[in-house]
């Protein structure tokens, strides 16, 4: 079972997301240069997002980090947060970590050229926040045997790191976003299953439409000097435009990365949905301000084929005059997306489509087409919609009707 999601965006002049030279991201597509938004970006977002930032507060949420070693020597030396680890400590944690696989990263120091391990790991870490401390636990517990040489119990020990490591994934944000380790595979950590297949397949939101990023030139005087004139001066690259935004979550995969626990997985599906509707980058938040809502949003539930995204609807660039007395260019993006849902629904059937909802900001019937019995009032409303036909399909799996009024909308 599968729900997608489809969003239209309009945002005012914004830098939401940079490349390496700060200019706003963009894309060829449709022969035509485009704004984009990495999907990376948006996954940042959500998690950062309420419903989806409560649910993790909750559940104790994940941590991303290289600093696993000076995180669990920090711990284990009894030293406060901001105090760093007795070096003792964390030479024999790091040798503890080396021997399971996961090792430091060096670095070249002095005239000699001499190489000296650095507090970060070679790999990034993502995992259960609550990993570290069983992490440390298992140290802790160890600590005595460790220092005096045991080997039954240091093997013992690099085996619970391991299978902490491995288990360390039944979090909201790491079923949905998935997780990648590389480890020597020939070493105890290396042998876990460590990865973790994403539940969510995001695109990366580009606009409907040709665009190029401007330029925004700006200075500041001093106050106190009194001199005319700027005393520093700057440029910042900026766009406007109209997104389209995808993103499909694999329900199934979903439970299977919690450890079948359904109730979680629904909890999860339902706090996605919603934050990943109302995220909004933070990039240059604070000089522009752009915290506008999507003007529509389709949600789809389907319980068998493949999901579908509508994103060559603009493969040709919509223009704000087109077939319109004055510009419209949200207006025109919604109706080359229902025009292509229907064009994609009459070709290729719609098998498999258990439920859809959509939310809009006022849209009239002629743009909305057959979907428009679909409309729900709210954001709210279109989630708990999607999530009946979800837990219906978990209730049933053998039920495979297409219910009315979305039957008619849909085929």
């Known amino acids: 079972m599968k729900v997608e999601i489809h969003l239209l965006q309009n945002f005012a002049p914004s830098c939401l997301n940079r490349d390496d030279t700060g200019s706003p991201k963009q894309s060829e597509f449709g022969g035509t240069t485009r704004a984009r938004i990495s999907s990376q970006c948006f996954k940042r977002t959500i998690r950062d997002t309420d419903p989806f930032k409560r649910l993790l507060a909750e559940k104790g949420g994940s941590v991303r980090t290289r600093l696993l070693i000076y995180k669990i020597a920090q711990i284990v030396s009894g030293r406060a947060e901001n105090q760093p680890p007795k070096p003792d400590v964390e030479k024999e944690v790091a040798k503890v970590f080396e021997e399971a696989g996961l090792e430091r990263s060096k670095q070249k120091k002095g005239e000699d050229g001499a190489e000296e391990e650095r507090d970060v790991t070679k790999v990034i870490l993502y995992m259960d926040h609550s990993a570290i401390k069983q992490m440390a636990d ?54 876990k299953q460590l990865r973790v297949d994403a539940a969510l397949y995001p695109s990366h939101p580009i606009s409907t439409h040709s665009v190029d990023y401007d330029t925004d030139f700006f200075t500041a005087v001093d106050d106190i000097s009194g001199e005319t004139g700027a005393s520093m001066m700057g440029h910042a690259g900026y766009n406007s435009a109209c997104y389209y935004r995808y993103a499909c979550v694999d329900f199934d995969q979903l439970v299977d990365n919690l450890k079948d626990d359904r109730a979680l997985a629904e909890r999860t599906l339902e706090a996605f949905l919603e934050s990943f509707c109302v995220a909004i980058p933070h990039a240059k938040q604070t000089s522009m301000a752009t915290f506008e809502p999507p003007d529509f949003g389709l949600l789809v539930v389907r319980n068998a084929g493949v999901p579908l995204s509508m994103a060559n609807a603009f493969a040709r660039p919509v223009d704000p005059w087109e077939g319109r007395e004055y510009p419209d260019l949200v207006g025109n993006s919604v109706s080359r997306l229902v025009m292509r849902w229907e064009r994609t629904a009459k070709v290729y059937g719609t098998r498999g489509v258990v439920t859809a909802a959509l939310f809009h900001m006022g849209y009239e019937g002629d743009r909305l087409g057959r979907l428009a019995a679909c409309d729900v009032e709210t954001l709210e409303e279109a989630v708990a919609r999607v999530m009946r036909g979800v837990r219906d399909q978990l209730t049933d799996k053998d039920q495979l009707a297409v219910r009315q009024p979305e039957a008619e909308a849909v085929s």
């Open 138 to 191: 298992a140290f802790t517990q160890n600590w005595d045997a460790l220092k005096a040489g045991d080997k039954e119990k240091r093997s013992e020990t690099i085996e619970s790191l391991a299978n902490l490591l491995a288990d360390a994934v039944q979090t909201p944000d790491i079923a949905l976003f998935g997780r990648m380790i590389e480890v020597n595979s020939k070493t105890p950590i290396g042998q």
